[in-house]
């Protein structure tokens, strides 16, 4: 099975613009890459980080197995054209009568454990996927060669009505782990509440000064500096 991790390198996590600087950013999002390559390897698969920009995985200091199990192919199309190209069936595929089946594991993915990939990574339909809050398509597995993607809005809404129009069986894996993908500043507490010990996203957050912020209300992810909303 060939495991792509999307990865906008640019100019990533925009829609945290407003508590994180343009590094912080930067930096965040490549430490939940880090943690999202290293639950895959442990998942027992080879991720290809397909980036929107070169990256050089040494310099994330990866240990050395998942270093060397994981790699970066660069391809600058938007996220659908880009997921599309690689899924089975597609050109890029060899004429195989029974091609590998893809999936697709975002790279924000910051509480992603190798169970809960393992999960969605063994099922056994033609399209299986872990929905994010917000009808997103955080991870996704594809066997069907008909089937292709379509990012953004409610995709998985939309990834239901093409699996249905193909006549592909699909199957949602509900996992916390993996329909937790971190877009906003209200996902930020999650990293802190869930992440594990070894993980560098929360790692990184605290670092930046996050902390827990429990004093009133639905608990959030707050540094002193922050102004009150
Ligand atoms: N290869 C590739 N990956 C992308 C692209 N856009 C987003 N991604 C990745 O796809 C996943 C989901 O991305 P989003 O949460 O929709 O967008 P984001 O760029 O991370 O964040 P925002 O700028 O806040 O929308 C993340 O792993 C991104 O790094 C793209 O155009 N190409
Ligand atoms: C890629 C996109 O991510 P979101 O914008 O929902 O985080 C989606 O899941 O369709």
Do not use: C, Q, W
Not at 6 to 34: D, G, Q, W, Y
Not at 53 to 61: G, K, Q, R, S
Not at 134 to 162: C, K, M, Q, W
């Amino acid at each position: 099975m060939r495991v792509a991790v999307p990865f906008a390198a640019e100019t990533p996590k925009t829609r945290l613009e407003s508590v994180l600087t343009p590094a912080e950013r930067s930096t965040f999002a490549r430490a939940m890459l880090a943690d999202v390559l290293r639950a895959v390897v442990e998942a027992g698969h080879e991720p290809t980080v397909v980036s929107t920009a070169p990256l050089d995985l040494e310099t994330f200091a990866l240990p050395g197995e998942i270093a060397a199990a994981a790699s970066v192919t660069v391809d600058d199309r938007p996220l659908t054209e880009a997921v599309n190209a690689r899924l089975p069936g597609s050109d890029a595929e060899t004429a195989d009568d029974e091609p590998d089946p893809v999936a697709v594991v975002m790279a924000d993915l910051a509480l992603a454990t190798p169970d809960a990939l393992d999960r969605l990574l063994t099922s056994t339909a033609d399209v299986a996927i872990a929905p994010g809050r917000g009808s997103g398509t955080n991870a996704l597995l594809v066997r069907h060669p008909e089937f292709r993607v379509d990012y953004h809005g409610t995709s998985y809404l939309d990834h239901r009505e093409i699996a249905r129009e193909i006549g592909a069986d699909l199957e949602t894996v509900d996992s916390f782990r993996l329909g937790t993908d971190i877009d906003e500043p209200a996902d930020l507490v999650e990293v802190l509440v869930h992440g594990r010990e070894r993980d560098r996203a929360p790692a990184v957050l605290r670092d930046f000064g996050f902390d827990i912020d429990r004093l009133e209300g639905r608990v959030e992810a707050r540094r002193p500096n922050d102004s009150a909303d």
